[in-house]
């Protein structure tokens, strides 16, 4: 590990309790905190780690503090989850330029992935998603991507890089992105030829509305993600103040909720999320968000630890079913009520209920359809 604190940067924890410490029950108490000794990770579920980098967002050139602000409301929340082990090795050092900031974040990500840990990344601006990306090239692993944002940052002629940094993540040789899902776009701030491309490349993504309505479908979706990309901007600004860009999105509730859905997933190894600064904040009320969008997530992989293997036949419920003549099985967990649907290569992917009522009623479901669509 000594390599890597050559990346990392310290918590000055005492500091973000303006009372006079902590209690047994906080969060503060049961995570491993590199304040003077980097923390033992051996058995540690999960890795927090911060990043200041905010000079992708054109719009503040510098460092920010957003991830210790976070901290500062994550710390103060109540320990419930004692199956769940956590660590904070503490924020990314900014580099001189926003190349070497990426640079350090990816190796230390791919470190944790070798490691086989689950890595929750607070601060910095939605580029930084590219740094995560390239750490699962680093290590060679392909990856379904997911990001929550309500916009899709295609967009090539801005030289802002938190606008147009999906146009290498999605289309740079070589390329490890196996699957992409965008959740919870906002049409009016989208232009219609970028949903297009988006379709022709036989990505999947979700309008704002068509999820707050759906929210349970988005499960399989967190499910099969490998890599998840979360931006502030897509919960509305009542509910996270410093997001200044649009009063719409999701509620505070349904942001937890994604999370909690990302935490759940055996596949899931990083969580990026971005675009917090404490400038913009209102009473602290975004990093309160985020921090309990954190305590869901853990909810979430407590959960996580309670699903049967697939080896363990009698932990699920099967049914067989056909549809457009096609015969196929259906899984449904027994611990944790998830459903799964064979492929006809004989894999399983992860499913509704709502593809179940789908097939058996002899109607192809749409998850399945873009699935046998991407080959």
């Known amino acids: 590990m000594q390599d890597l604190l050559d990346f ?4 000055a924890a005492a500091e973000l309790n303006d009372d006079n ?20 990770l051996e058995g540690i579920d999960i890795v927090i780690v911060g990043i200041n980098e905010m000079r992708g967002s054109g719009f503040f050139m510098g460092e920010s503090y957003g991830p210790d602000a976070i901290r500062k409301q994550l710390y103060q929340l109540h320990y419930w989850h004692t199956d769940v082990t ?17 640079a350090a974040l990816k190796i230390v990500l791919a470190e944790m992935l070798r490691l086989g840990k689950t890595v929750i990344i607070l601060g910095g601006s939605h580029d930084i998603t590219l ?19 309500a916009l899709i940052n295609l967009r090539g002629e801005s030289s802002i890089r938190s606008e147009n940094f999906l146009l290498d993540m999605l289309t740079a040789e070589p390329n490890v992105i196996k699957h992409y899902n965008h959740i919870g776009f906002q049409s009016y701030l989208v232009h219609p030829r ?20 759906h929210m349970e479908e988005m499960e399989p979706v967190m499910r099969n993600t490998h890599l998840l990309s979360f931006d502030i901007s897509a919960i509305k600004s009542s509910d996270a103040p410093a997001n200044n860009l649009s009063p719409n999105g999701f ?16 596949n899931l190894s990083t969580c990026g999320i971005y675009g917090y600064n404490p400038d913009f904040d209102v009473n602290d009320l975004t990093a309160k968000q985020i921090a309990q969008m954190i305590w869901y997530f853990i909810d979430g992989k407590s959960r996580s630890k309670q699903e049967a293997l697939f080896e363990e036949k009698n932990n699920f419920n099967e049914f067989h079913t056909a549809f457009a003549e096609i015969d196929t099985v259906f899984l449904q967990s027994k611990k944790t009520s998830r459903w799964w649907m064979q492929l006809p290569d004989k894999k399983f992917i992860a499913c509704s209920y709502n593809d179940y009522v789908t097939a058996s009623q002899n109607e192809i479901p749409e998850r399945w359809l873009r699935v046998q669509e991407r080959g």
Do not use: W
Not at 25 to 40: L, Y
């Open 86 to 102: 956590l660590a904070d090795i503490g924020n990314i050092t900014t580099g001189a330029d926003l190349a070497d900031s990426y």
């Open 251 to 266: 509620h505070g509730e349904e942001a937890c909720m994604l999370t909690r859905y990302a935490g759940m997933s055996s």
């Open 194 to 213: 970028m949903l297009e491309t988006m379709d022709k490349l036989r990505f999947d993504c979700y309008r704002l509305g068509v999820v707050r309505d």
């Open 8 to 11: 990392l940067t310290p918590i």
């Open 21 to 40: 410490g902590f209690t047994d029950g906080q969060f503060a108490k049961h995570i491993s905190i590199f304040e003077t000794e980097f923390p033992d």
């Open 131 to 149: 740094a995560q990306y390239e750490a699962y090239k680093e290590v060679g692993q392909v990856v379904e991507a997911t990001c929550v944002d």
